[in-house]
């Protein structure tokens, strides 16, 4: 069988085909045998969902940024909100 993983290091690709394999397959650690591991380039890369990351100008831009208390004294666990009240009295007069 022949699969191809994409990971920053071998030991994760490995890693990824342990549990790709335990998980789909049913197969257990000690039945797994690896005959050869290798990295290939860029240009040998067949899957499109793979190149799309080789550009060295790709940007993963933070959606959602966490704003965080500048001080750990200003840091609640719980924000509570005062509720402040208001009376809104209209009179009319009538002349």
């Known amino acids: ?5 994409r990971d920053t290091t071998l030991n994760g690709a490995v890693e990824q085909m342990y549990t790709e394999m335990a998980s789909h397959h049913s197969v257990r650690f000690p039945c797994i045998q690896i005959i050869k591991t290798t990295t290939i380039p860029a240009k040998l890369c ?3 969902s793979t190149k799309q990351f080789h550009d060295y100008k790709i940007k993963f831009p933070l959606v959602f940024g966490k704003v965080r208390p500048p001080s750990r004294k200003l840091k609640t ?3 509570g909100i005062t509720i402040q009240l208001v009376y809104v009295i209209s009179l009319s007069f009538n002349k």
């Open 1 to 5: 069988m022949y699969k191809l993983y």
């Open 46 to 48: 067949e899957r499109e």
């Open 77 to 79: 666990t719980y924000k």
